[in-house]
């Protein structure tokens, strides 16, 4: 500790003698190097406390879903804060006892009676499938492969050698567009992945990516800085061009 503040004192007493434009560019200097220190941690402790705020909004006490737990509880409890507790524990009771039961294969025929209900129900209908076939595809059920079958790939706009965009092909299986073969490819959004938008591509324009999922995401996260982790380097002294 003496040596730095020793150090300090001499970097005071040589800003001192420096001119006045010299002296305010040495402390907007400082001043941008500590904010890049401390960004990372800003912006860490920004995302958390934004998914907290968007968790507290969605299933706080006071959202919808929230307004339900406490008419769970509320028979249990007379206040509203213990009444949203007993909701919750309720309702994780609850989903824990059908998860004995999936496990179990006894709701086999409950699962027959819903998906005829609901399947009869014209708007009900189309929603119900969508989100249907997404968990299907999230837990791998009924033998399907899930998202492991959503590979990384280049997407080459214009063409290989065009611009190349990563993203994830949703299906191996093109579909034909204009009597031409097109993939599906999901391409995210940074620094969140979990948003994007579903491109149809031209087959000949999309390419395997020897990546993982993972590495997509930590690309995208990054908003390309941990690229060099994951991709090749372009050799030192190499031409960018041709």
Request: one cysteine or more; a positive charge; aromatic letters at 8%.
């Amino acid at each position: 500790m003496p040596s730095a503040v020793r150090r300090l004192r001499a970097a005071y007493r040589l800003w001192k003698t420096m001119p006045l434009p010299i002296r305010l560019r040495s402390l907007a200097r400082t001043f941008v190097t500590g904010l890049l220190a401390v960004l990372p941690l800003a912006v860490t402790i920004t995302v958390l406390v934004w998914m907290g705020m968007l968790v507290y909004h969605w299933l706080g006490p006071h959202s919808i879903l929230g307004s339900i737990l406490i008419g769970i509880g509320v028979g249990v409890a007379g206040s509203e804060a213990i009444a949203y507790l007993f909701g919750i524990v309720i309702v994780l009771a609850f989903v824990f006892l059908l998860g004995l039961a999936v496990e179990s294969g006894v709701q086999r025929g409950l699962r027959r009676a819903v998906n005829t209900m609901l399947l009869r129900i014209p708007v009900v209908r189309t929603i119900y499938d969508v989100i249907d076939r997404f968990v299907a595809l999230v837990t791998k059920k009924d033998g399907k492969e899930g998202l492991k079958s959503m590979s990384p790939v280049w997407c080459h706009f214009g063409g290989p050698g065009g611009a190349a965009v990563l993203g994830l092909l949703s299906a191996p299986t093109p579909v034909e567009l204009n009597g031409q073969p097109y993939l599906a490819v999901l391409i995210p959004t940074a620094p969140v992945p979990i948003g994007g938008g579903l491109l149809y591509v031209p087959q000949e324009w999309v390419q395997p990516a020897d990546l993982g999922v993972e590495a997509v995401t930590s690309i995208y996260v990054s908003m390309g800085v941990s690229s060099s982790q994951y991709l090749k380097s372009f050799p030192t002294g190499g031409t960018p061009h041709g």
